[in-house]
């Protein structure tokens, strides 16, 4: 499965991007599929990850009710709707399809890893 990861940038604080992360294979959209990001000098954190139905979602802390994710498993494309965006948002992001239907925070749940998008934020 190869994952490609569009729609990162550079914006101001406050503002809004939407991330896209498509799959090369159908196999997708029975796993969970996730985004993780990592910034410079730290390790790569988890941020959202939905179920193969798109029914369960978990979100960090530090983004819940400013993100959502979301997916089209007939495009076997994951979202990532990213509001209110802050300075510490700034990474590279990267989406991931889990081993199984549902998937948590650990990185070894997800098999398959995009080559990431950078979101730049400046305050």
């Known amino acids: 499965v190869q994952l490609q990861a569009s729609g990162g940038g550079l914006v101001q604080a406050g503002d809004s991007l939407r991330l896209s992360c498509a799959a090369s294979?159908?196999?997708?959209?029975?796993?969970?599929m996730g985004w993780f990001r990592q910034a410079p000098g730290k390790e790569r954190e988890f941020v959202a990850v939905?179920?193969?139905?798109?029914?369960?979602?978990i979100y960090a802390d530090s983004v819940k009710d400013r993100f959502t994710i979301s997916r089209d498993n007939a495009k076997n494309t994951v979202y990532l709707q990213m509001n209110n965006l802050k300075p510490e948002d700034t990474a590279v992001y990267y989406c991931?399809?889990?081993?199984?239907?549902?998937?948590?925070?650990?990185?070894?749940?997800?098999?398959?890893w995009g080559q990431g998008t950078q979101v730049t934020v400046s305050s």
């Open positions: 991931a399809v889990a081993r199984k239907p549902l998937a948590g925070r650990d990185r070894q749940d997800y098999a398959y």
């Open positions: 294979r159908r196999t997708s959209s029975n796993n969970a």
């Open positions: 939905i179920g193969w139905s798109g029914g369960a979602t």
